[in-house]
């Protein structure tokens, strides 16, 4: 499928800006990628109309040179006799002339430079579908002449390039020709051929080829009234073999054909910077290996604040539960803040000297910076407190469960026990007139009653688990969730830029894939070996 260029370039624009947003490519990328030329010949003109006409738009054409080499008067000479009694001379240096058929409507001319432009129309026939424009000396010292110029290349189809023996070697024309050559038709005009040499007629002919040429176009012409043998009617034949629909439309499409491969070129280059290779497995494998080494660094340097603390949880822990406050203690000190810091920085530095764009990894890395301490401090204190909540082991709370109950049932029993023994004493007694129970027996049962007590509450003393103990498991255990919940943030940040990264990078491959292939890839627009694709630079 084919796609306009100007959908490619609002593509461009949005995914550059998106990019831009997320930082996955520099403000001067997304400024290059938003400059792309939108400006072609075929927008000075209303399509409507055309279309309405049922005709083709006029070729442009355009006079290029340095001061001197006699622009005007081959251009009075080409417009005809009409246009050279209306009195056209030429315009001073800062204005750009068009003349073209007064049947020819430029209704989108430049607003910023219609102060700079002189349009004089003609009634000749013969010149109806070419559109004639004298630009100012690209070689001017006046720099709005340069600015100019420059202004109206992209509208122009055809350039002639006018010179003459003085002036051939114009060291600013051919940075021009170099820069702007493979963008536009060139027709080459040898003027004042009166004053030249053959010598310098194929050195001319030779520095086209070696910029890309193989057989130019150049006219020798005389423009004076003394003498006016040249071939100035082959150069008026040329440019009207080229006034015609297909040329025009050859003109066209090749045009859009090279700003399609500059957009791919820019985009492509984009996507060098976007980092089209990044492995994020393999820089989560990164982080983990950091963060392990980071964290058996921190849980070495947080061993005697552990200890301090459990020990402060263990002398305070009524009052933390009474009055549900929060300990002004914290494990997170500059020192552990100064080593997470290190570690993110080495994996950013890591990061960069790998090629990837690491300002989307600043950002969310930075708020896990401002958040680690707090997640250090609500974790090590939740599991302090449930920690205190349920000291010791599970063995140890069941064991500890069971003898409770045994502190009530044993008394309990061995009361019972003695109970039923003075009954059942005191019955007998009666009954065989017997002794009652004596003085031993209240001994024994006495012992007996403090020992089923005595013994579970030993017991329970004894085996009650240690607050500080269990404080110090507790912060542990808490240490090692914070730490893992830092490195699970980390991993779905970076989880997250994967997922964004692809994203884009699929969005820009798809805009490069819309571009189209390259004039190399799928054959040149015009045959090089036609009159049109001689004028063309390879």
Not at 65 to 74: A, N, P
Not at 148 to 174: G, T
């Amino acid at each position: 499928m084919a796609y306009d260029y100007s959908d490619l370039i609002e593509k461009t624009k949005c995914w550059a800006k998106q990019a831009q947003a997320l930082g996955w490519i520099s403000p001067e990328t997304a400024e290059q990628l938003g400059q792309s030329e939108t400006r072609t010949p075929d927008t000075l003109f209303s399509t409507a109309r055309l279309a309405a006409q049922n005709t083709t738009r006029p070729l442009i054409v355009a006079f290029m040179g340095g001061t001197g080499v006699g622009k005007s008067t081959l251009l009075n000479r080409l417009a005809g006799k009409p246009i050279a009694k209306a009195g056209v001379v030429r315009p001073t240096s800062r204005e750009v002339t068009l003349f073209h058929h007064e049947s020819v409507a430029m209704q989108h001319l430049p607003e910023q430079q219609l102060a700079k432009i002189n349009v004089s129309q003609h009634d000749n026939s013969a010149n109806k579908q070419v559109v004639w424009i004298d630009m100012p000396d690209f070689d001017s010292t006046v720099q709005s002449n340069k600015h100019l110029v420059f202004q109206w290349l992209p509208y122009i189809d055809v350039l002639i390039y006018v010179v003459s023996p003085e002036r051939y070697k114009d060291e600013k024309a051919w940075r021009l020709l170099l820069a702007e050559g493979a963008k536009h038709a060139w027709l080459f005009v040898f003027n004042q051929w009166d004053r030249g040499q053959p010598g310098q007629f194929e050195d001319f002919k030779q520095q086209l080829q070696k910029v890309g040429f193989s057989d130019p176009f150049i006219f020798k012409t005389v423009c004076s009234e003394e003498l006016l043998t040249d071939e100035f009617i082959a150069l008026e034949s040329a440019i009207r073999s080229l006034a015609t629909g297909h040329a025009v439309e050859q003109l066209e499409q090749r045009g859009s054909e090279l700003r399609k491969y500059e957009l791919k070129t820019k985009l492509q280059f984009a996507a060098l910077n976007l980092g089209a290779e990044i492995d994020f497995q393999q820089l989560i494998g990164l982080w983990q290996s950091q963060w392990l080494e980071t964290v058996k660094s921190l849980q070495q340097g947080f061993v005697w604040p552990l200890k301090a603390m459990a020990d402060y949880y263990a002398d305070h822990a009524a009052d933390l539960v009474a009055h549900s406050s929060t300990t002004k203690q914290s494990l997170w000190d500059e020192w552990a803040q100064a080593r997470f810091d290190d570690t993110i920085d080495e994996f950013i530095i890591e990061l960069d000297q790998r090629g990837v764009p690491v300002f989307p990894f600043k950002q969310p890395i930075a708020s896990i910076r401002e958040k680690a301490p707090k997640i250090i401090q609500t974790q090590t204190e939740l599991a302090a407190r449930m920690a205190l909540a349920n000291p010791g082991n599970l063995l140890q709370r069941m064991i500890l469960k069971c003898l409770r109950v045994c502190e009530i049932v044993l008394p309990l029993t061995a009361m019972s026990w003695v109970g039923y023994k003075v009954f059942t004493s005191f019955y007998a007694s009666n009954m065989v007139d017997n002794h009652y129970l004596g003085v031993d027996f209240a001994i024994h049962s006495s012992l007996l009653i403090a020992l089923s007590w005595l013994m579970p509450f030993f017991i329970v003393k004894k085996m009650q688990p240690s607050l500080k103990k269990s404080a110090f498991k507790g912060l542990n255990k808490g240490l090692a969730g914070a730490f893992s919940i830092i490195d699970g943030e980390i991993g779905s940040v970076l989880q997250d830029l994967a997922q964004q990264h692809k994203a884009q990078h699929d969005q820009l491959s798809e805009i490069i894939d819309q571009c189209g292939a390259t004039d190399s890839e799928q054959g040149s627009v015009v045959d090089k070996e036609s009159p049109l694709g001689r004028m063309l630079m390879n």
